[in-house]
């Protein structure tokens, strides 16, 4: 889990609405197995759960990546 601020939580989750391709309608079509499942991402208040929107979406959004990327220790990023 990489951690994001409460003031972030509203960029995060129009950028998952916006630009994820695994996002629809507000479900995860990578968790899909005949059944919807809601996106992770767009339910968490903490932090980035979803490995591809970290990875693959976020990038995206230059400044927002920053700023996220300040809210891990050395540490944590070693690990990511």
């Known amino acids: 889990m990489v951690p ?8 995060v989750n129009a950028l998952v609405r916006s630009a ?10 990578l968790l899909d197995d005949g059944d ?4 992770v991402q767009l339910l968490s208040i ?7 929107f970290y990875y693959s ?3 995206t959004d230059k ?5 996220v990327i300040q809210n891990i220790n050395y540490k944590e990023r070693k690990t990511l």
Do not use: F, H, T
């Open 4 to 11: 994001i601020k409460p003031e972030q939580i509203e960029q």
């Open 20 to 29: 994820c391709a695994n996002c629809q309608d507000g479900c995860c079509l």
């Open 36 to 39: 919807s499942y809601p996106c």
């Open 46 to 52: 903490s932090g980035i759960y979803c490995n591809y």
């Open 57 to 59: 979406v976020l990038p």
């Open 63 to 67: 400044m927002l990546y920053r700023s």
